[in-house]
């Protein structure tokens, strides 16, 4: 087993919340704490709320409820709760600060607690006025900044349910949401900077004339256009609604890259404790921290460490512009600006670092949390070497939008190797064969097998798909459908979408496995495989690369995965590419890779960046 890159000192150690959550409870040591987790959570579940302070209006009678069946699981049952007064209402005497916010311009602010309650409280106010009520779904297309924040704490307190949506969608995307969930009523941004370039919001959604739009920045309102700063001003305080636990409170959409996007529901209780005991526990949130993570308020990590950040007092850091505008010293900048001490980022960011051979170390960082893709081992070592001076753990995390959340997370307390992840804590997370049985050190399906708080309450107006996407492979076990390998010493290693597995002559390979050994190779910036069908083979590999053009790099990455995973693996093709497809949260999209060069049919993109790489790759396909 490969040594390990970042060993903590126990002085270090000691001093992280997790280990501190063990010693409270009467551990030793963390493993302990873990295997407390997964085999009592009807005790260790109440031990998290308790540390992490999370209140309950009325206390619940019972931790989960499984009357109706493991996938319907409930979860704090009879108790009462608000998931945006954990967060606000109760911090409203508070003079620490709330939120810190930059645009592009490089215009800066500052939102204490106090404030943000008041704040919240008005808009709330007028949201009730509006004839918005319990459980209506309200909308929200605005990029990371402090109005979004503001709106969907406003949504939340009055108990309707926050739908955020990515900013950088096109119409037809925002419709698909809006008429999904029957969302009335729409937050949005009238207009925001991104490289330079002014983005018109409402314009971008011009043809949604049946919404009522929520709009800042607006200079006069029309009939169906409300200035979102009049609201704030004219609005009758209200404090938090107090809710039942499984009352949703915000609802996510899947990216809808194999057709109709999904909406995943959380809740007040369980999604929420959740979100809390892992801003906690994995990337070690203090009240002391600003955090900040690159992301969007339409992405699950937006929410996520607002949430859980602000429910433990900490400052969050918000940002609507791009992260290497006017240069790429754009968020070492930030982080000595505004004192941040958690950074959250991508792969790709960072790879996007490396590859222009940027060394500047990311001073007053004490933990960087990364998710969204699996890592290549260059890549992470960049990050902890050169970004980290080899000195800052990388929380790295995997779980998705339908658990907003985690089921994998390496924190501060362990050692880590480079690409890792951890057990989540209290996820029961496991990796089964095809006949369901758990298997280490084996390429096989991540799954669950105890039901969670933080599972999506089935989806939006889908229970036979919910059923059929999460339940149907293992009976009352929770299939993730991602590709991953899990050693006896609690480390896994996630290696794409189960979909995207690829079977070369009956042995099966993970693509990110593959990629690993091609990011090896200089002159290589990105790459994405996949798998073709081939008469002998059954499957063969073609890899596609972002880097120099030149017939030396294509044959150094054959000879790379050649030595690394055998000669069998051998890829038929290696082709270079100026773009890869890729959403605007960083993923590469390989299923659209392959659909554009074997020219299927490719479905929902409307979450892609850069639709025309798919032109590029349906081109080589052909020789054109």
Request: glycine share 8%; hydrophobic share 35%.
């Amino acid at each position: 087993m490969q040594d390990f890159a970042y060993q903590p000192s126990q002085e270090s150690i000691q001093a992280t919340n997790i280990f501190k959550l063990a010693r409270r409870i009467g551990f030793s040591n963390i493993n302990q704490l873990y295997d407390f987790a997964d085999s009592d959570p009807e005790k260790f579940w109440p031990r998290v709320i308790e540390d992490c302070n999370i209140h309950f209006e009325k206390r619940y009678s019972k931790v989960l409820d499984s009357s109706l069946g493991i996938p319907f699981t409930k979860w704090f049952t009879g108790g009462s709760i608000n998931a945006e007064y954990n967060c606000v209402g109760r911090w409203k005497n508070s003079s620490s600060t709330a939120i810190k916010w930059e645009d592009e311009s490089g215009r800066t602010g500052k939102v204490t607690y106090r404030e943000l309650d008041f704040t919240v409280g008005k808009l709330a106010g007028s949201l009730v006025s509006l004839g918005i009520r319990k459980g209506d779904r309200i909308g929200i297309f605005m990029p990371l900044s402090k109005e979004a924040v503001e709106a969907m704490y406003a949504v939340i307190r009055i108990g309707a349910v926050a739908v955020p949506i990515f900013s950088g969608y096109a119409e037809e995307a925002v419709r698909k949401r809006v008429d999904d969930a029957g969302i009335k009523y729409l937050f949005a941004s009238s207009h925001y900077s991104r490289k330079g370039k002014t983005i018109d919001m409402l314009q971008s959604i011009s043809g949604l004339s049946e919404l009522t739009i929520i709009a800042s920045g607006i200079s006069e309102e029309g009939e169906r256009l409300i200035s979102l700063e009049r609201l704030i001003r004219e609005g009758e305080y209200v404090t938090s609604r107090q809710m039942d636990p499984e009352d949703p409170f915000i609802m996510l959409y899947t990216s809808g890259t194999t057709g109709k996007p999904k909406g995943t529901v959380h809740v007040h209780g369980g999604s929420f404790v959740n979100i809390v005991k892992e801003v906690k526990y994995y990337i070690d949130v203090t009240a002391q921290d600003t955090v900040f993570w690159i992301t969007d308020l339409g992405w699950m990590m937006g929410p996520w460490y607002i949430l859980g950040s602000n429910a433990l007092g900490a400052s969050i850091f918000v940002y609507s512009g791009a992260v290497d505008y006017p240069s790429k010293d754009r968020v070492p900048d930030m982080i000595a600006r505004h004192g941040i001490s958690i950074l959250g980022l991508s792969p790709t960011y960072v790879r996007m670092l490396k590859h222009s051979n940027y060394t500047r170390p990311f001073d007053g960082v004490r933990v960087f949390g990364s998710t969204g893709e699996p890592w290549d081992e260059e890549g992470w070592m960049f990050l902890f070497r050169e970004l980290g001076s080899s000195q800052v753990p990388i929380a790295n995390i995997s779980g998705g939008t339908d658990i907003i959340g985690c089921f994998l997370a390496s924190t501060p307390a362990i050692p880590m190797r480079p690409r890792c992840l951890y057990r989540g804590l209290g996820m029961n997370a496991s990796v089964y064969d095809d006949n369901g049985k758990e298997v280490y050190d084996q390429v096989a399906y991540l799954v669950s097998k105890k039901p969670c708080p933080s599972f999506t309450r089935s989806l939006w107006k889908q229970d036979d798909k919910y059923i059929d996407s999460y339940w149907s492979r293992f009976k009352d076990v929770w299939f993730h459908g991602d590709w991953a390998t899990m050693s006896r010493d609690g480390y896994f290693y996630i290696l794409g979408r189960a979909d995207d597995v690829i079977k070369v002559a009956g042995k099966r390979v993970g693509p990110n496995e593959v990629e690993d050994s091609v990011m090896r190779v200089k002159g290589v910036r990105e790459s994405a495989c996949i798998g073709i069908p081939d008469e002998i083979k059954g499957e063969s590999l073609v890899v596609f690369y972002m880097g120099e053009k030149s017939q030396e790099v294509a044959d150094a990455v054959k000879h790379e995965i050649e030595k690394s995973l055998g000669r069998s693996f051998s890829p038929s093709s290696v082709i270079w590419v100026s773009a890869l497809p890729r959403t605007r949260s960083g993923k590469i999209m390989r299923r659209l890779v392959r659909s554009a060069y074997l020219h299927l049919p490719s479905g929902d993109t409307n979450n892609l960046e850069n639709p025309e790489s798919l032109e590029e790759i349906a081109a080589i396909a052909k020789g054109d």
